[in-house]
């Protein structure tokens, strides 16, 4: 992404790949398609590499030397102005775009993008690019960007030491194929440890990234490929060079077409982008002639000279526009398509080509220049926070329209986003880009099962209701909201979300333990999704009840023969529950109250879809409440909350909670229905409690409390509120009369 598009020696086919590469990643990140578009990055690697070892190269032969001072000298001009802009327009227009808590990180993203390092910031935040339960920092691309910089730091300090220790010129270039070979072979080993073991690192990681530089780096090393007249240069005929050309075209296309994030990036996934760069490159050494029409052309010419703007400036623009414009998806993607061209031309013709063509930087024409894109940039987003008439609309219907078989949200609002299980570290397999928002929702209600008979509001479920309607209704955010948006800090009781709960010990008797301790016992048995659960069963039964949370994030607790990525992240999970079994026919408690989310219904090992899936998750229930019910008094299985769309993403001052609002998704009301049909339990529907006619607000109207504390728990203040209808429906339910 940051080579120089001016240096002398460019070439058709070079620029071609970058405008390839680009245009795939956009499609991947604004239109979800390629699906494997993203693997656009890797082929921006290789092409990294081979030209900035080509430069280094032809300085050498050139003049004898290799000034690494002349070189980081070349790479600050190229990279610095355009990248510190972006940055600096993405915290100008922060503050109109999110709540304070959500600003202060993404400040932090930009210190660790301005120094280059984002990559390994978000490796430890353990950002997963394609599973993101909530919107990605509009700084996450950075990362590409880091791990080329680190690149270029280290790299010609190596090719340096390399040419010393070659001494005769015409070794220069075997000792740099060595160098790439012993730099390349290992990365590319650690990428397929790594990408079994940790894929979230790995994808970041710049050792698990050097052998794609390494590989274009090694292709320099070819003597007419950097321009050499040496008699040991490659010659290539004009008709082989057009085949491989057209043939690495095809190859990295291909990848892009027929890949997607569930293929183990960056290994294996990879392999076809890099290959087929290669190619590229390889079909451009010696004289010219023609190669693929498709990268020689002056449209792809130019998109390749504005490619690193068109790169910088998309993905904030993916993050920020959907923010302020309340469209259709379609609309919206066109608005950050063009919005992304206007931008990368305007930077490359005001800023990238006066300091790159200029014979010494000026510093007050740079500053002027970005402080100008910076100006622009902020002043169209402080225009859509004071004035949000003029990029939305104040109309709301009631329900969506249908698509492919489920109702979309209303307008203004978003689609519940792709099930990811609540786990921090075993969620690896990527599936979708990280602003993807799917399946869509879906508003229909579904017909009840034989023997399950739903359960009448009552009072206390009317008044939950109503103060979702109230929600619904409004236009504004309550002044009051609970918690406040500049204090917002986390939703989860410390007591219940830190330590114990989050692996419950049997062994322990004061282990996620609360309430009456002498009272009969109820145990709360769940994954993440049982922590609020249990904020509500204390509150509802603490003073005469003894509650003990059986919980532990990151597991089917049911024991569905769930994904997790690695048989081996199963261990803890079926030890786990292996030890609740064995706690329950000990103890036998008054209740045991089982939830979990539904996202591992949709992430099974049998890989099964829709109805079939569904099935899957009934049989689990089912066993593991057969393998209880003669221990407990009732088994008791609560709907858990659904996924929707995280508060500090969909909040922004000024705005309307409309846009917040999301549908019921159709694979999680399957899943739903079908735990009404399990034997020997009663099952609890709170669909109420977050949805009204398969409309979803974020809050409710009737307390102005945040429903839920990230895009899928329900916040403890929440929790709370609910503890009289839960009362309500384990009543009318016959669990705990």
């Known amino acids: 992404m940051s080579v120089n598009p001016r240096q002398p020696q460019r070439r058709a086919d070079i620029q071609g790949l970058r405008a390839v590469a680009v245009l795939a990643v956009i499609g991947f990140h604004v239109l979800g398609w390629p699906q494997g578009g993203y693997l656009g990055v890797d082929a921006f ?19 004898g030397r290799t000034s690494l001072r002349a070189f980081w000298a070349r790479r600050a001009r190229r990279i610095l102005p355009l990248a510190l802009v972006v940055i600096g327009a993405v915290l100008a227009v922060a503050p109109f775009t999110w709540a304070a808590p959500k600003v202060a990180e993404v400040r932090t993203d930009a210190v660790w993008a301005t120094f280059f390092a984002a990559n390994w910031h978000f490796a430890e ?13 509009p700084l996450l691309h950075y990362w590409s960007l880091g791990v080329e910089e680190q690149f270029y730091l280290a790299w010609p300090l190596l090719v340096v030491l390399a040419l010393t220790l070659a001494g005769v010129a015409h070794r220069a270039r075997i000792a740099l194929a060595v160098l790439a070979a012993v730099v390349g072979i290992p990365s590319l080993v650690w990428a397929v440890v790594q990408g079994a073991a940790d894929p979230t690192t790995a994808y970041y990681s710049t050792f698990t990234r050097g052998w794609e530089l390494a590989l274009g780096a090694a292709l320099a090393t070819l003597p007419a490929a950097a321009g050499s007249q040496s008699r040991y240069a490659v010659r290539l005929a004009p008709a082989a060079r057009t085949v491989l050309s057209w043939a690495g075209l095809t190859t990295l296309v291909a990848t892009c077409l027929l890949l997607s994030p569930a293929t183990g990036v960056p290994w294996p996934a990879a392999l076809g982008a890099t290959v087929g760069t290669a190619l590229v490159l390889v079909a451009g050494v010696g004289a010219p002639a023609p190669g693929a029409v ?63 063509d200029a014979p010494r930087v000026r510093p007050r024409a740079m500053l002027a220049s970005g402080l100008a894109l910076v100006l622009l940039v902020g002043v169209v987003g402080g225009a859509a926070a004071t004035r949000p008439d003029l990029f939305t609309g104040d109309t709301v219907v009631a329900s969506g329209a249908e698509v492919d078989g489920a109702v979309a949200p209303p307008a203004g609002g978003v689609a519940a986003p792709e099930p990811t299980p609540s786990v921090t570290s075993s969620s690896t397999s990527p599936g979708t880009r990280p602003t993807e928002t799917a399946p869509t929702p879906s508003a229909t209600t579904t017909t009840a099962p034989v023997g399950w008979t739903p359960i009448p509001l009552g009072a206390t479920g009317t008044r939950v209701q109503d103060g ?108 786990h529950r292996q030890m609740v079994l064995d706690y329950v026919r000990r103890v036998k408690p008054k209740v045991l109250i089982m939830t979990e989310t539904y996202s591992w219904a949709v992430r099974l090992k049998s890989g099964a879809k829709g109805s079939a899936s569904a099935q899957e998750w009934l049989a689990a229930d089912q066993a593991f409440v057969s393998s209880v019910r003669g221990s407990v008094g009732s088994v008791v299985i609560v709907a858990p909350s659904m996924p929707g769309v995280a508060f500090l993403d969909c909040y922004r001052p000024g705005g309307s909670p409309r846009r917040c609002v999301t549908g019921i998704p159709a694979w999680w009301a399957r899943t739903r229905d079908v735990e009404k049909k399990v034997v020997g339990a009663h099952f609890l529907d709170t669909t109420h409690w977050y949805c009204v006619d398969g409309r979803c607000p974020l809050f409710t109207g009737m307390t102005d409390t945040i429903l839920k504390g990230d895009y899928l728990h329900t916040s403890v203040q929440y929790a709370r509120q609910l503890a009289p209808d839960f009362v309500h429906l384990m009543k009318a339910s016959g669990a705990l009369p």
């Open 468 to 575: 979702l309607r109230e929600a619904l209704a409004s236009t504004s955010w309550p002044s009051d909201l609970n918690p406040s948006p500049d204090a917002w800090q986390t939703m989860a009781d410390p007591r219940m979300s830190t330590g114990a709960c989050t692996a419950t010990r049997a062994s322990d008797p004061e282990s996620c333990t609360f309430g009456n301790r002498k009272g009969p016992e109820i145990i709360v048995y769940g994954d993440s999704i049982g922590i609020p659960l249990l904020a509500t069963v204390v509150k509802a039964y603490g003073s005469t009840y003894k509650v003990r949370g059986m919980t532990k994030i990151g597991c089917a607790v049911n024991g569905v023969d769930a994904d997790f990525g690695k048989d081996e992240w199963a261990i803890p999970c079926v030890r």
């Open 125 to 137: 935040q353990s950002a997963d690019y394609f599973q993101l339960g909530s919107e990605p920092s």
């Open 45 to 63: 690697f290789v092409v990294s590499g081979f030209v900035i070892t080509g430069l280094l190269l032809r300085e050498r032969e050139r003049t």
């Open 294 to 356: 498709l990268l020689t052309n002056r449209v792809s010419g130019y998109l390749g000279d504005i490619s690193f703007g068109l790169y910088l400036w998309h993905f904030p623009l993916v993050v920020i526009v959907p923010v302020f414009l309340s469209a259709s998806r379609s609309a919206t993607a066109a608005v950050v398509l063009v919005a992304t061209l206007l931008l990368a031309v305007i930077s490359h013709h005001l800023l990238e080509r006066p300091v790159l």
